[in-house]
């Protein structure tokens, strides 16, 4: 038989369940390095929000371009626009209040209670004659233990696994509505700018007078510089959907791997 008291036992495996948990807490996880770098990753958002917005704005900066026929289509395009433009940036900001919330579950300090562990002090003893028996040393223990499963590594990474796992088809079907929105403002992009380049090549070819000659010159300039910025605005648009898909791909990885480590964790 142990020579060890009882209430000494106790004290000993409730400080020893001490150690555990907080030597738990600081024990890092590289998927919450990844977590937190695939939210901190919103190039891709904001790009987005820019060129939606250029979208928005295509009637006003092609107006003076435009035909009386196209003026008639491009007024009715620019109202259809604008009424959709809320929900737009509503999808937008989902996926970035999602990421965010990402980002906050994987910080290194969220799911850790050590300052609370440790303001609980080392173990307790019974102290039969004065109010504390054997039940209340127990019902000590229990309730940290209770507290050490609120945080730690196992918990944190749980956790995310499940928002991970949860959130991953809805994320990817707001990033596939995201990327079809960004091919239409590419093809919108496409129409303005062979609306307004094919308007300055009309108007130089006629400006063939000695009159006309510094017009000449000032719409071979527009021309020149619309033409670049269509261009740069065409590989914006095709950057913004890449780094869409790399978001896409990103999210899904963490998701299978989390599950699959946290399986593994739990299983330990």
């Avoid at 020893?16 to 919103?42: D, H, K, Y």
């Avoid at 949860?166 to 990327?179: E, F, Y």
């Avoid at 740069?232 to 699959?260: C, E, W």
Wanted: proline share 3%; aromatic share 4%; charged share 20%.
């Amino acid at each position: 038989m142990s020579t060890v008291p009882a209430r000494l036992r106790r004290a000993l495996c409730l400080n020893v369940c001490l150690v555990i948990v907080l030597g738990g807490c600081a024990t890092a996880r590289p998927e919450l390095a990844q977590v937190r770098a695939l939210a901190a990753g919103t190039a891709a958002l904001n790009a987005f929000s820019e060129l939606s917005q250029r979208h928005v704005d295509s009637y006003q900066r092609a107006r003076p371009y435009l035909s009386a026929a196209e003026e008639v289509r491009e007024r009715l395009l620019d109202a259809q626009r604008r009424a959709a433009q809320a929900d737009v940036a509503r999808l937008a900001q989902a996926v970035r209040l999602y990421l965010q919330a990402l980002g906050r579950l994987a910080n290194a300090d969220a799911y850790d209670v050590q300052p609370e562990l440790a303001s609980a002090g080392a173990a307790i003893r019974a102290w039969p004659g004065s109010g504390i028996d054997d039940r209340h040393v127990s019902a000590y223990t229990l309730l940290l233990q209770q507290l050490s499963r609120l945080g730690g590594a196992a918990s944190q990474h749980a956790h995310l696994a499940q928002v991970l796992h949860d959130g991953d088809a809805p994320l990817q079907a707001l990033l596939a509505a995201l990327d079809s929105l960004l091919a239409l403002y590419d093809k919108s992009g496409d129409n303005e700018r062979d609306m307004v380049l094919g308007l300055l090549e009309v108007e130089i070819a006629y400006a063939d007078t000695p009159q006309q000659r510094l017009l000449a010159v000032l719409a071979k300039n527009m021309q020149q510089s619309k033409t670049e910025e269509y261009r740069l605005y065409g590989l914006r648009h095709t950057l913004a959907r890449r780094q869409l898909a790399a978001l896409a791909r990103d999210h899904a990885h963490l998701a299978a791997a989390l599950s699959t480590t946290e399986a593994t964790w739990t299983d330990q």
